[in-house]
């Protein structure tokens, strides 16, 4: 949009010197043109020819403080050369990190070395430098091709980068073999369920990742249709944002899990998706993640600010994107209800409260008031870990949802018999006969209420059974209740007994009222339950199942 590419551009420029003085400059270092990276004292290849593409097309940008700097271009040769030093004759790099071999870097550099050699033909002036450059990105992108058409991947988002870099070659290098590995990976189908959720839930990194690959195919084959998993996608992450404007991850499959995480990355594809589908609610949304980056706007933009996406390239290549002002009309994020069936997940909004409800996880309930949260866990001592409430199921009823999870276990007879001893010396347990078994079953009914939630449990089946309730909160607050009044600090825990509490985390609240202490002594070290999450405070309530118990919580 017209008025965010100055912006941008701005932005970009004042990124340029920390990048600079990060490059290795030592020829004797074997990382010379690279960018190491402080956390591995080595610098990846993927990343140092994606950062000098990304250095480059400053050099050619009319708004830039370094246009027409030479030095953008020099340090762009370098760290190509450092890359090409490291690639495989196979057209693959190393991940060094982790991945060796690995076409996909190859893919998630593409994404930014096409755009800075479109920029360059575009604009270009045909320069020494210039061509010098040109033909280092262009030996990239031709090695590349014949890594990533040959290569393969392991996580699901990989296949979306891969068809994403191959789409944009395939228009690149004139290269129309390419469409054909593109294709087989479209006719495995799109991992993006009638919800908008894609395989690996990782709705503070990897969303992002499948919904630009599946944007960079549409755009550059024509196949509009896969944008309907984008727009389904994106409507949901409406949902995801917390009061705090962090991404709900509890759900999530990959490393995002528990991680506090702003939605800025989502920049580019609420842009791109709100110009291809003319969508005023995404045009919306890529105005709100710019302003969230405004270090004027709040202290926690800060946090992140540093991952939001630069795509100058795109808005110099785009002249629709970069000339045109879209109408704008904002979602409603404050006031929703919705059950994604598939994910086995509810968001609820009401103005500054959220809570979630989930199925298939150890945290079955989250409540967060501003940007103080609550994580809600329930288990029993049965037979190790088998008495952990992860829920099975989860389903609307007449006034709420509830969650069921049940297990059978118990005791085995011998066999009797020895003619089933395997050729390992192992016993072919096949055929044992059980016995003395028990059943243990939780149901919990959530009642979502204007401010909070009414939770009631219900445990059953075997008799006399520890069993406790864990309420995890973030440390620093101020925990209140007619038995005791404290600053909470990381890794303290406490059991109450009856009663209500209230804990206080900046000018948020949470109230709860309902505690239970059946079974006083035994909760921290509970057998089979979850340790305490690190860095947190946690008021356990304990029983002795069967039970039935309500929670009453409140966001203020």
Not at 224 to 236: F, G, I
Request: with cysteine; aromatic share 10%; net charge negative.
């Amino acid at each position: 949009m017209k008025s965010h590419y100055s912006l941008l551009v701005q932005s970009a420029d004042a990124s340029v010197p920390a990048i600079l003085k990060r490059q290795c400059m030592d020829p004797e270092d074997p990382d010379y043109g690279g960018f190491p990276e402080a956390r591995k004292g080595f610098a990846e290849p993927a990343h140092g020819i994606s950062t000098a593409a990304n250095l480059a097309v400053l050099y050619w940008n009319d708004l830039s403080w370094y246009r027409g700097d030479p030095t953008l271009l020099e340090r762009a040769v370098l760290a190509c050369d450092h890359t090409l030093k490291l690639m495989h004759p196979d057209g693959t790099m190393d991940l060094i990190e982790t991945n060796f071999h690995d076409a996909t870097s190859v893919g998630f550099a593409i994404w930014n070395v096409s755009p800075a050699y479109r920029v360059l033909k575009r604009y270009g002036h045909g320069s020494d430098l210039e061509a010098r450059l040109e033909a280092k990105l262009l030996e990239f992108m031709r090695r590349g091709a014949d890594g990533m058409k040959e290569g393969g991947f392991h996580t699901p988002n990989h296949r979306w980068v891969m068809a994403g870099a191959m789409a944009m070659l395939s228009n690149d290098l004139d290269r129309s073999d390419l469409l054909a590995s593109v294709d087989e990976y479209l006719n495995e189908g799109i991992d993006c369920n009638s919800d908008g959720e894609y395989t690996e839930r990782s709705a503070g990194i990897y969303n992002v990742v499948n919904n630009k690959g599946l944007i960079a195919v549409a755009a550059e084959l024509g196949k509009w249709d896969l944008l309907e998993h984008v727009e389904r996608n994106l409507y949901m992450v409406f949902t995801y944002l917390e009061p705090d404007d962090t991404v709900l991850t509890i759900n999530s499959r990959r490393q995002d899990l528990g991680k506090e995480l702003y939605p800025f990355a989502y920049y580019e594809n609420y842009l791109l998706a709100a110009h291809h589908l003319e969508n005023a609610h995404f045009a919306h949304m890529a105005d709100e993640l710019l302003r969230m980056t405004n270090p004027y706007e709040k202290d926690k933009s800060a946090l992140n600010r540093k991952h939001f996406p630069k795509p100058v390239a795109l808005y110099m290549l785009n002249d629709e994107v970069r000339e045109t002002e879209l109408r704008r009309e904002p979602y409603d994020r404050e006031h929703y209800e919705r059950f994604y069936r598939e994910s086995s997940i509810v968001r609820y909004r009401s103005g500054p409260v959220t809570a979630t409800i989930l199925a298939a996880n150890d945290v079955f309930f989250k409540l967060q008031t501003g940007a103080l949260s609550l994580h809600c866990r329930f288990a029993a001592s049965f037979f190790g870990d088998f008495g952990r409430f992860v829920p099975a199921s989860l389903e609307k009823t007449a006034d709420g949802y509830r969650l069921h999870y049940h297990s059978d276990r118990g005791y085995v007879r011998p066999l009797g018999r020895p003619e089933n001893v395997i050729a390992d010396g192992r016993i072919n347990t096949t055929h044992r006969r059980h016995t003395h078994m028990q059943a243990y079953d939780v149901i919990v009914d959530v009642v979502l209420t204007v401010d909070g939630a009414d939770l009631r449990i219900v445990s059953a089946g075997v008799e006399h059974l520890p069993c406790k309730l864990e309420l995890i909160f973030p440390p620093g607050g101020h925990f209140d209740s007619d038995q005791a009044q404290f600053r909470a600090i990381a890794g303290q825990h406490l059991m109450l007994k009856h009663g209500a509490f209230e804990y206080a985390l900046g000018d948020d609240l949470i109230h709860v009222e309902g505690a239970f202490g059946g079974n006083t002594a035994y909760h921290y070290d509970l057998r089979g339950s979850l340790p305490q999450e690190p860095g947190t405070f946690t008021v356990y309530f304990t029983d002795f199942s069967p039970t039935a118990k309500t929670v009453r919580i409140r966001g203020r």
